[in-house]
């Protein structure tokens, strides 16, 4: 009897320890990846930053951060562990990632965004975005967002974006080419102001050569269908492009766009010189002046518009047990005022080459101060001329995942043809690694 109470007793205290365990909910994990390489002191300090805010505003207070590192091979044990995780139902419940990350022969944890979509792995948000706290999502750019969305609802909320833009001083150029402008159209405008904005031959001089006219991604615009594993271009289209491409900057070092006025191109970002406030006098960006009017003009598609590159985003893990916090999150980074004043935007999110997705940021802030993104602000007129361009954008894509493979084929390309060799085989290669891709 004596040995069957304690037997008893036994159980009751295991499953009291259970009950107790069930009672504490594991801490909400967050996960983020922002390649903060040399820097990574000073990018934990400001997640840290993040993380407090949410426990002051009546979010989660137990809050475990999982900052993936920079350094390749550290780097690559942590992704195998939560991808590992992931897999078997587990892993953290909040992801914050920066779609560069893992660029420069390092891993990324999710290569191309579109694929973890169409398999589940991302929580969908609807429902949980119609009782946001924080976040005006009418005031974040439709044509973006729907990136992050497909049949079973809003799974990626895309952080920053950007996009090519060519900017010329309205002084010298007023032409405004609309939506419906094409790729062709560029190529064949006779005053040139479009080619050379299709030439992405000039750029900052710490862009690397390998993307130095490139840019096919925004050519050839909406790239695959992730659902049916399918591309929406033949290789015979990706061989023209190149072809087109190539031509063009040959025809731009030739001289034959000499006479097209002063321009200069860069990915519209945070923090670019022409956008500087503090430079009024300084002769920046081959002779634009910041309190200049200027007429912008970005890279259209083959279907006509403007694609923009998604550089950053948040998800929720389809595997949470407290999706409620893990939105709460994620509500908050896309907040007016965490978008226009956060270090974590200014110095990780945009990776300093993007621009946030609130639609009213860029324009100069009333409350300006010294940690205010829009310490980079537009003046009015060429605000209002950004937004026309902006309003352009048909669809977004993710950094990262295919068009790396343009980059590498682009350059191999322009060495082939600069030694006066075939480089169809060169296009027949990638294209074929970029149908792999997509089909894994």
């Given at each position: 009897?004596?040995?069957?109470?304690?037997?008893?007793?036994?159980?009751?205290?295991?499953?009291?320890?259970?009950?107790?365990?069930?009672?504490?909910?594991?801490?909400?994990?967050?996960?983020?990846?922002?390649?903060?390489?040399?820097?990574?002191?000073?990018?934990?300090?400001?997640?840290?930053?993040?993380v407090?805010?949410?426990?002051?505003?009546?979010?989660?207070?137990?809050?475990?951060?999982?900052?993936?590192?920079?350094?390749?091979?550290?780097?690559?044990?942590?992704?195998?562990?939560?991808?590992?995780?992931?897999?078997?139902?587990?892993?953290?419940?909040?992801?914050?990632?920066?779609c560069?990350?893992?660029?420069?022969?390092?891993?990324?944890?999710?290569?191309?965004?579109?694929?973890?979509?169409?398999?589940?792995?991302?929580?969908?948000?609807?429902?949980y975005?119609?009782?946001a706290?924080?976040?005006d999502w009418?005031?974040?750019?439709?044509?973006?967002?729907?990136?992050?969305?497909?049949?079973?609802g809003?799974?990626?909320?895309?952080?920053?974006?950007?996009?090519?833009?060519?900017?010329y001083?309205?002084?010298?150029?007023?032409?405004?080419?609309?939506?419906?402008?094409?790729?062709?159209?560029?190529?064949?405008?006779?005053t040139?102001?479009?080619?050379?904005a299709?030439?992405?031959?000039?750029?900052?001089?710490?862009v690397?050569?390998?993307?130095?006219?490139?840019?096919?991604?925004?050519?050839?615009?909406?790239?695959?269908?992730?659902?049916?594993?399918?591309?929406l271009?033949?290789?015979?289209?990706?061989?023209?492009?190149?072809?087109?491409?190539?031509?063009?900057?040959?025809?731009?070092?030739?001289?034959?766009?000499?006479?097209?006025?002063?321009?200069?191109q860069?990915r519209?970002?945070?923090g670019?010189?022409?956008?500087?406030?503090?430079?009024?006098?300084?002769?920046?960006?081959?002779?634009?002046?910041?309190?200049?009017?200027?007429?912008?003009?970005?890279?259209?598609?083959?279907?006509?518009?403007?694609?923009?590159?998604i550089?950053?985003?948040?998800?929720?893990?389809?595997?949470?047990?407290?999706?409620?916090?893990?939105?709460?999150?994620?509500?908050?980074?896309?907040?007016?005022?965490?978008?226009?004043?956060?270090?974590?935007?200014?110095?990780?999110?945009?990776?300093?080459?993007?621009?946030?997705?609130?639609?009213?940021?860029?324009?100069?802030?009333p409350d300006f101060?010294e940690?205010?993104?829009?310490?980079?602000?537009?003046?009015?007129?060429?605000?209002?001329?950004?937004?026309?361009?902006?309003e352009?954008?048909?669809?977004?894509?993710?950094?990262?995942?295919?068009?790396?493979?343009?980059?590498?084929?682009?350059?191999?390309?322009?060495?082939?043809?600069?030694?006066?060799?075939?480089?169809?085989?060169?296009?027949?290669?990638?294209?074929?690694?970029?149908?792999?891709?997509?089909?894994?």
């Amino acid at each position: 009897m004596k040995k069957t109470l304690c037997i008893l007793l036994a159980v009751l205290m295991i499953i009291g320890l259970f009950s107790g365990c069930a009672g504490e909910p594991d801490p909400l994990r967050i996960c983020v990846d922002v390649d903060a390489v040399n820097y990574q002191r000073t990018c934990d300090s400001t997640v840290q930053e993040f993380v407090e805010a949410l426990g002051m505003l009546g979010g989660p207070t137990d809050v475990e951060l999982d900052i993936i590192p920079a350094e390749a091979s550290a780097r690559g044990s942590a992704i195998q562990r939560i991808r590992t995780e992931i897999m078997s139902g587990q892993g953290p419940d909040v992801f914050i990632v920066l779609c560069s990350a893992g660029l420069n022969g390092c891993e990324s944890l999710f290569p191309i965004p579109e694929k973890i979509m169409e398999n589940n792995l991302f929580l969908p948000l609807d429902e949980y975005m119609e009782d946001a706290q924080f976040t005006d999502w009418n005031k974040q750019i439709k044509a973006v967002m729907e990136a992050g969305r497909n049949e079973y609802g809003q799974q990626i909320i895309p952080l920053t974006y950007t996009m090519p833009i060519t900017f010329y001083r309205a002084s010298d150029v007023s032409e405004k080419p609309g939506k419906e402008t094409t790729w062709q159209d560029m190529l064949s405008d006779e005053t040139g102001v479009l080619a050379t904005a299709g030439t992405w031959y000039h750029m900052d001089e710490n862009v690397s050569a390998l993307y130095t006219g490139a840019y096919l991604e925004y050519i050839l615009g909406n790239l695959a269908d992730y659902e049916n594993e399918e591309l929406l271009f033949t290789e015979e289209e990706l061989y023209q492009r190149t072809t087109e491409v190539l031509e063009l900057k040959e025809a731009y070092e030739d001289g034959q766009y000499a006479d097209v006025p002063t321009h200069f191109q860069t990915r519209m970002r945070i923090g670019y010189q022409n956008i500087e406030p503090d430079d009024w006098t300084k002769d920046v960006c081959r002779g634009i002046y910041h309190h200049e009017p200027q007429t912008m003009i970005p890279i259209y598609s083959d279907d006509g518009g403007v694609t923009a590159t998604i550089m950053s985003f948040a998800a929720v893990n389809a595997n949470t047990k407290r999706p409620e916090d893990a939105f709460f999150a994620v509500d908050y980074l896309m907040s007016t005022s965490y978008q226009r004043y956060s270090e974590l935007y200014a110095h990780w999110l945009t990776g300093m080459d993007a621009i946030p997705m609130q639609t009213d940021l860029l324009q100069e802030d009333p409350d300006f101060n010294e940690f205010s993104v829009e310490r980079w602000y537009l003046k009015q007129e060429n605000y209002e001329e950004f937004v026309r361009v902006r309003e352009q954008i048909t669809h977004a894509r993710f950094n990262g995942g295919l068009d790396e493979g343009f980059g590498m084929m682009m350059f191999e390309c322009r060495k082939a043809r600069d030694q006066g060799e075939d480089y169809a085989p060169i296009v027949a290669e990638c294209y074929n690694t970029l149908k792999q891709m997509i089909a894994e």
